[in-house]
């Protein structure tokens, strides 16, 4: 029996990486509106290639949803039982949002661009949407949008490598769970 083929249409949101990240690709799903490429050989020879090589994927459908304004730390430590008053510019952390019955909503890596600025890292579901309703519901003097950034991913044990011919900054000075943002 035959899979049913994927009808890509505008509904979905395009990653300006995609025409590169889909060429090769023999499987895909769907994944914040976004097409995801999940297997290019085989799932098999795509594990051994990260784990002995390095790849650059596109990760557009890690959608960012943007908290920005006086209220956005008080709004974001709203959202999460995290205390994301230690985050400090270019630092990520992680903190599930949780429900009003302390149920998952998300679970995000919350990175800090500054101390009114913070990108929530989402996971697959409606976040924005949600986290817009809080906030007016809420009071809270923030915008919540969409800042329209398409993250990539490098991974593998020769990524730093890599990495240290794309960048100007040292890759060694790039510590844990921290970002540079140019």
């Avoid at 039982?81 to 230690?86: F, T």
Wanted: net charge negative.
């Amino acid at each position: 029996m035959n899979s049913p083929q994927l009808s890509l249409s505008r509904r979905l949101r395009k990653s300006p990486f995609e025409t590169r990240s889909h060429v090769g690709a023999t499987r895909a799903s769907v994944y914040n509106h976004v097409v995801l490429p999940t297997v290019y050989e085989s799932l098999e020879a795509d594990y051994w290639h990260l784990r002995e090589h390095v790849q650059i994927w596109d990760v557009a459908c890690q959608v960012q949803v943007e908290v920005r304004g006086p209220d956005a730390l008080k709004f974001v430590e709203f959202l999460t039982p995290r205390d994301v008053s230690k985050c400090v510019p270019g630092q990520c952390i992680y903190a599930p949002l949780l429900d009003e019955h302390a149920g998952v909503v998300n679970d995000p890596i919350i990175l800090c661009l500054s101390a009114d600025r913070y990108w929530l890292s989402i996971s697959d579901s409606d976040v924005l949407l949600w986290a817009k309703g809080l906030a007016v519901g809420g009071g809270f003097d923030v915008e919540v949008h969409d800042p329209d950034v398409f993250p990539l991913s490098l991974q593998g044990p020769k990524s730093e490598t890599l990495l240290s011919r794309l960048i100007a900054e040292p890759v060694e000075d790039i510590r844990f769970f921290r970002f540079i943002h140019s």
